[in-house]
């Protein structure tokens, strides 16, 4: 996927860079939650509408942002591929893990790439969703520790 070229006098060329990517890991993460609505417990229904419905809304006021600062926002993908076939409860968990720690490292570049107070406080909040909705999933698979040192590091 390519992104955008930035108009004249639009953000920094890096920002945007790390702005895109993190909307087209936004866009994937969208569609994922898709594959683990179908194949997840009824009893996760609840925490897998919620991460959908955040991720939605991250995606709109990311595309938001790209386009008032004059980019065009990547578009969606048709399809994406899955790192493991989801057949079951535990894949499909296992693969909102992966969806959360995907978005937490682009969120994370985000912040290290900006200077801008309301683009880094998005992305800290973006990132620390990520952070703790990675860890509620790894508590489901009983991973040992939940959590991670340092959210978002590659």
Do not use: C, K, N
Not at 77 to 92: I, N
Request: hydrophobic share 45%.
């Amino acid at each position: 996927m390519t992104a955008a070229a930035p108009r004249p006098g639009s953000p920094d060329a890096t920002i945007v860079a790390a702005l895109q990517a993190a909307l087209a890991t936004e866009h994937a993460a969208v569609w994922a939650y898709g594959v683990v609505a179908a194949f997840a417990a009824d009893r996760r229904d609840a925490a897998v509408a919620e991460a959908t419905a955040t991720h939605r809304s991250r995606r709109d006021a990311t595309e938001r942002l790209l386009s008032d600062a004059g980019v065009d926002p990547v578009p969606a993908e048709p399809g994406y591929r899955v790192p493991v076939p989801v057949t079951d409860p535990v894949s499909a968990v296992q693969l909102a893990v992966t969806v959360e720690t995907d978005t937490a490292q682009v969120w994370r570049a985000v912040i290290e790439r900006s200077s801008a107070t309301g683009v880094r406080s998005a992305a800290l909040e973006a990132l620390t969703g990520a952070a703790v909705r990675a860890t509620r999933w790894r508590a489901v698979l009983e991973d040992t520790p939940p959590t991670v040192p340092f959210p978002g590091r590659p």
